[in-house]
């Protein structure tokens, strides 16, 4: 993680406690209650509160709901507008059945306002109750923004995914070449100038930074444990200006794959899925069946072996390449210095780099890596991805199969030298 906290520069966090009576604190006909809490005191609010859901929008009408005007005071409406409107709403009430539900033993409900830049596996699943590919897109689609990029050859759109709730977003770096201009489109339609925070050029994996806070997060999950077969849905921005994200939905087809960039190069270790992402996708999210976020999609060359497919990068890679370009505007990339391919019980090392970090921790040819700090390692891809996710200069500890015997070593990550 980089950075402290994560509820941006807003204030404390304020508690609320309210006490449920009990069936024995009145009477059946007694009237209940007194007078209603204030609005901003509420878990709930009457549609008469909530204001105009379409047209224009200024400052003054979004107080109250939780949505604060761009710095131009700008609004998007549309089905946009509405869309995220309604979700708010949807997510006070199912946060007030979660809070009575909890608090009826103690007989005192709080409710806490949080904000958190990486929120808990448990709430996508929550959230992605619906099943399929609708309830995914209801899941992520508040995270999906459009991003349309001014350079020399033109306009060129495509999407990106906030991953922070403090404005940062990661994106295709090939989406951000030559930019002069980057302007970030959220999902509730206002609009922002977006600077970019670093890119990396090995991964695909750029991050831009929009001037806003408190705004809707991706879940983040990891992309170890995925498995062939399982369900993928791609979620990109619209290509117009109204209407909901493009989606597609399919399996994830392979992992660890190496592909060719369009303005040339290689991307490695890539989740492949013939869930391809739509026209203007290209930065947008690859999901697993409960809307948690996967891996980015990128844009790649058309091959016949590529072609009618989509290609993302493993999340796990995107998140340590996004906060290395955060904290120090460019990237380190971990290096053990082996070649490998799958085997029964992990990863097979068939090469050892001389004078590399897996020489000098004791690996050798044939050794089969079957955990990597406690993690097991069903394959090669997932081995792939789990020393990607680290930084040079870590020390992790492989479990090893040797001959049939299983022994631990410990090494140090180097740092791998772009060729």
């Given amino acids: 993680m980089v950075g402290e906290g994560g509820r941006g520069p807003s204030s404390e966090p304020r508690h609320y406690r309210f006490r449920v009576p009990s069936d024995d604190d009145r009477e059946d006909d007694a009237p209940v209650g007194g007078p209603p809490l204030p609005p901003d005191d509420r878990l709930w609010r009457h549609p008469s509160e909530l204001g105009p859901l379409t047209g224009p929008f200024a400052p003054a009408d979004l107080a109250g709901t939780g949505i604060s005007a761009g710095a131009d005071g700008r609004r998007g409406g549309g089905p946009w507008g509405v869309a995220v409107l309604a979700g708010l709403v949807g997510a006070a009430l199912s946060l007030g059945v979660v809070a009575v539900a909890g608090g009826l033993h103690g007989k005192v409900v709080e409710k806490i306002p949080v904000v958190e830049r990486e929120p808990l596996r448990t709430v996508a699943e929550l959230t992605a109750a619906t099943p399929g590919a609708v309830g995914v897109t209801k899941s992520i689609a508040p995270a999906i923004v459009r991003v349309e990029v001014t350079s020399g050859a033109g306009v060129t759109t495509g999407s990106g995914v906030l991953f922070r709730n403090d404005g940062y977003l990661v994106t295709d770096a ?166 490998g391919a799958d085997a029964d019980g992990g990863a097979r090392i068939t090469k050892v780099v001389d004078n590399s970090p897996a020489e000098h921790a004791g690996l050798k040819e044939g050794d089969v890596v079957a955990a990597i700090d406690e993690t097991k390692t069903v394959s090669m891809a997932a081995f792939a991805v789990a020393l990607r996710s680290h930084h040079a200069g870590d020390v992790v500890t492989l479990a090893v199969i040797r001959n049939g015997e299983q022994q631990t070593l410990t090494a140090t990550l180097g740092e791998r030298v772009p060729s």
């Fill in 174 to 339: 090939e989406l951000l070449r030559n930019a002069k201009t980057v302007e970030v489109t959220l999902f509730d339609g206002r609009a922002f100038s977006g600077s970019v925070t670093g890119i990396d050029e090995s991964t695909g994996v750029a991050v831009l930074k929009v001037e806003a806070v408190d705004l809707p997060v991706a879940v983040l999950g990891s992309a170890i444990d995925l498995q062939v077969g399982q369900t993928a849905v791609s979620v990109g921005a619209p290509i117009g200006s109204s209407g909901g994200p493009s989606v597609t939905a399919g399996v994830i087809s392979a992992l660890g794959k190496r592909v060719a960039r369009t303005t040339g190069g290689a991307l490695h270790d890539m989740i492949e899925t013939d869930a391809a992402a739509a026209e203007g996708s290209s930065g947008g999210a690859l999901c697993d069946g409960h809307g948690v976020l996967i891996g980015i999609t990128l844009d790649v060359a058309e091959a016949d072996d590529t072609r009618g497919l989509g290609f993302a990068a493993p999340i796990d890679i995107v998140r340590a390449i996004a906060e290395d370009l955060i904290a120090n505007g460019s990237a380190r990339h971990a290096w053990l210095g082996i070649e």
